[in-house]
């Protein structure tokens, strides 16, 4: 069987969940993202039926307001980084147990932060697992795959200039045959609107099943219903089967439109977490994540403070597969 990175839904070990440490990055936001990101680690630790959650901490301080909020729920271990959006910064743990690392620029050159560009290798060899070097911008948000050797991505984020100039598509899909074994690559265009990740798909489209791709339904006043639309006719050309998942429709903060998703859950061994932003569709979105893992709890928790960073539960963890 070759090396690939498993399916989200198969079983982990553990999972590395992001901190907030950083209050000059958070400002009046740290104390209630700090207040999400340890309800997420509970429910994912699910009182002891879900895999072991290891908080990821920048500094003492830090480590001290995680350990408070979720006491015996998580571990908590310090390592500098610049930013809590591990998805993208982790390595990516693969069926073989070993891990690989990708360069990062912080997304395209936007936020260089210290520390983000080798958090991957510290926390692989904290885990010590044998690491190998891949000398090519990626982020982990940039691609989801279903355990087969099926991967999606988006044009807008593995084709953008400001990551690897001097690839074109047919290498970056051999780098990606080679650094992670896939071999059929599905591309979508663009991502969500004001997403600065230039489109990571985990804001758009998830598999949830081997062929079986999610991806949102756009409410009626949705920014991103052309996105969702032709995403949904690239899926279904590709033969994949597609579900539909309500979208929270225009969700807005300080006056400006952010990229909320609900397709940024985590898929772990006892829940299924989905952010929430107070939108009418709310309810809805976790009881349809609730009908695709039937031997899962669909929790939806709100996320609206991590959402100012850019991101959600999915972006601040990554898994360690069993």
Not at 133 to 151: F, K, M, N, P, S
Not at 254 to 282: C, Q, R, T, W
Request: hydrophobic share 45%; aromatic share 8%; with cysteine.
């Amino acid at each position: 069987m070759p090396a690939l990175p498993p399916a989200e839904w198969a079983p982990h070990k553990a999972v590395w969940i992001g901190f907030p440490s950083h209050a000059d990055l958070w400002v009046e936001d740290l104390e209630p993202a700090r207040a999400e990101v340890a309800a997420f680690a509970r429910a994912v630790h699910a009182g002891g039926k879900g895999e072991q959650v290891v908080l990821v901490a920048a500094d003492d301080e830090a480590a001290r307001a995680a350990m408070t909020r979720v006491g015996d729920a998580a571990r908590v271990v310090v390592e500098s980084f610049g930013d809590i959006w591990l998805r993208d910064t982790g390595p990516i743990v693969m069926n073989d147990g070993t891990a690989r690392d990708f360069g990062f620029n912080g997304w395209g050159g936007k936020y260089d932060l210290e520390g983000d560009d080798d958090i991957g290798v510290r926390l692989a060899r904290r885990k010590k697992l044998p690491v190998e070097t891949c000398d090519w911008i990626l982020e982990g948000g940039a691609i989801d795959g279903d355990g087969t050797g099926r991967v999606v991505t988006t044009e807008q984020c593995l084709l953008n200039p400001n990551r690897n100039p001097h690839l074109s598509r047919a290498d970056i899909e051999a780098r990606l045959r080679a650094d992670l074994g896939f071999h059929e690559i599905l591309w979508l265009g663009d991502g969500l609107l004001h997403d600065h990740t230039d489109g990571h798909v985990d804001n758009l489209a998830r598999f949830v099943a081997p062929g079986v791709l999610a991806i949102p339904e756009a409410a009626d006043n949705d920014p991103n219903w052309l996105v969702y639309q032709r995403a949904a006719i690239a899926a279904e050309a590709a033969g994949l089967q597609l579900v539909r998942i309500p979208s929270p429709g225009r969700v807005m903060r300080d006056e400006e439109i952010v990229p909320a998703s609900y397709m940024n859950f985590y898929i772990g061994n006892a829940a299924v977490v989905v952010p929430l932003y107070g939108a009418p569709n709310d309810d809805a979105a976790v009881a349809a994540v609730q009908a695709l893992f039937l031997g899962r709890e669909a929790v939806g928790l709100r996320a609206d403070a991590i959402l100012t960073g850019g991101g959600s539960f999915h972006c601040i963890s990554q898994q360690v597969p069993a």
